[in-house]
């Protein structure tokens, strides 16, 4: 059998009872039984089972009428029915009740057993399909900006090849994201989606991390342990802060991306894998590279496709949608009610630089929504959650940090800037694009395109005036 059941069997015979009890535990399965339809349904009210099988002709309450008070009751077990007086018209309405199956008296234990199993494994599929769902659900990647429009093109571009893939971006930017989409959209999805932060694990156990150990290979090696690489067999490999992999075993990732194969630390051969490796770092592997700190050879072995993604203050078009997918993602997995964002709230959320970027983002609507209790969520609630104590703390000991906020700090000041400039010169050229184009020395294209980029709509401007 696949899997332990708890099954539910009604029958108003004892010999059927206890044949079939007999039968189910025999197999494995947890088996209750019962002889009227009434005490089911209190039984199925009180009880999860996974399989519910039940007799048809039974004295008072029959089986057709206990489907429709499992149905009433919101039961949802697997419910199989049986009868020795089967016809057409009643298989027909059980399975319109919800019956998964219809069996004939007298049934074999084998094909008893078979049905069972058969059923269960449906079950199983529908419940990984389900599961599957809500991954897909949260790993889905929400954007609006032409930085990701750009970038989404790249990875639809190489997700069906075998091509290793460098993903570069500061912490927070959705690195592991984009690389579970490259295994979705490959050839490999039916397969394992394994991954690994070089940064969280300890050198000294780099090696049976990424390789597994067998029983006995060092003290504490109590059982054989299946390393990453095996783990992700006919799949995808991610290897996150792949530059801050030591030294050691940067040269033994080497081998095995040149060679294809394996072996546990404690083993006496090597055996073949069959895995996709991605990877991504947060750091400058070229300037690695010159310093000595990061393997020549396995750079060019990892950076073979480089997928950069912008950090949040560079794409700020994503800001809304990516903030009213946390509302939504928050609101259903809480519980709570339905918010939505002023407009106002929305240009709060704008202003701040985000030196955490999408990841931040999350923990701060997290906040808003803790926060507050009305429908519309206004800018001061978003004021209130946003760290700025706490990120100005962190900026002053954290130079990369105090870099991203001067950087957007900067952004946000260069562009009001070249806003008031491109206005003040429309309006002293009358709005003719030409002429404005001719007087800040711009081609006229680039014009129309710095106006969209800093959200100047041209049409509006006309019709005020």
């Excluded at 059941?5 to 108003?12: G, S």
């Excluded at 399989?51 to 429709?68: C, K, N, Y």
């Excluded at 199956?101 to 269960?120: A, G, H, Q």
């Excluded at 630089?353 to 969520?377: A, S, T």
């Amino acid at each position: 059998m696949t899997a332990k059941a708890n099954i539910l069997v009604i029958d108003d015979d004892a010999n059927t009872l206890a044949s079939l009890a007999r039968a189910f535990r025999l197999a494995g399965h947890d088996a209750t039984v019962c002889d009227s339809a009434v005490r089911a349904l209190e039984l199925a009210k009180a009880d999860r089972f996974d399989l519910i099988l039940s007799d048809v002709v039974m004295p008072g309450r029959d089986g057709i009428a206990l489907l429709e008070d499992f149905k009433a009751a919101g039961i949802n077990s697997t419910i199989v029915m049986m009868s020795g007086q089967a016809s057409i018209e009643m298989a027909v309405k059980a399975t319109r009740l919800g019956a998964s199956d219809f069996l004939e008296k007298p049934i074999s234990t084998d094909k008893l057993l078979l049905t069972v199993e058969n059923v269960l494994r449906l079950k199983h599929l529908e419940e990984e399909n389900r599961d599957l769902k809500k991954r897909l659900g949260r790993h889905h990647i929400v954007w609006a900006s032409p930085a990701m429009k750009e970038v989404m093109a790249q990875v639809e571009q190489v997700a069906a090849s075998e091509t290793r893939v460098c993903i570069r971006g500061e912490t927070g930017t959705g690195k592991e994201l984009v690389a579970r989409t490259l295994h979705e959209k490959s050839p490999r999805r039916a397969g394992p989606f394994i991954s690994l932060n070089c940064a969280a694990v300890p050198s000294e156990l780099m090696e049976t991390e990424l390789f597994g150990h067998e029983k006995g290979s060092f003290t504490g090696a109590a059982s054989r342990h299946t390393g990453k690489f095996e783990q992700a067999h006919h799949g995808t490999l991610f290897l996150d802060e792949i530059g801050d992999m030591p030294m050691t075993m940067q040269a033994k990732l080497l081998r095995v991306l040149e060679e294809g194969e394996i072996e546990r630390v404690g083993g006496d051969k090597p055996f073949t894998v069959d895995v996709r490796v991605v990877v991504a770092t947060h750091r400058n592997l070229e300037e690695q590279v010159r310093q000595g700190t990061f393997r020549e050879d396995l750079y060019h072995r990892v950076f073979v496709f480089p997928l950069a993604l912008p950090p949040l203050r560079e794409r700020r078009e994503d800001i809304r949608v990516l903030a009213e997918h946390f509302i939504k993602q928050l609101d259903e997995q809480n519980h709570w009610k339905s918010r939505t964002l002023s407009s106002e709230a929305v240009a709060e959320l704008e202003r701040y630089p985000w030196p955490g970027n999408v990841r931040e983002l999350r923990n701060v609507i997290e906040r808003v929504l803790l926060f507050e209790n009305k429908d519309e969520i206004q800018p001061a609630t978003i004021q209130r959650a946003l760290p700025q104590s706490t990120v100005s703390a962190s900026a002053a000991s954290n130079p990369q940090l105090a870099g991203a906020l001067v950087r957007g700090i900067l952004s946000q000041r260069v562009e009001a800037f070249e806003r008031e400039t491109l206005l003040a010169v429309l309006k002293q050229n009358h709005h003719h694009m030409t002429n404005t184009a001719k007087a800040l020395g711009l081609e006229r294209s680039h014009l129309y395109k710095k106006c969209q980029q800093l959200g100047i709509d041209l049409r509006a401007i006309r019709q005020s005036e």
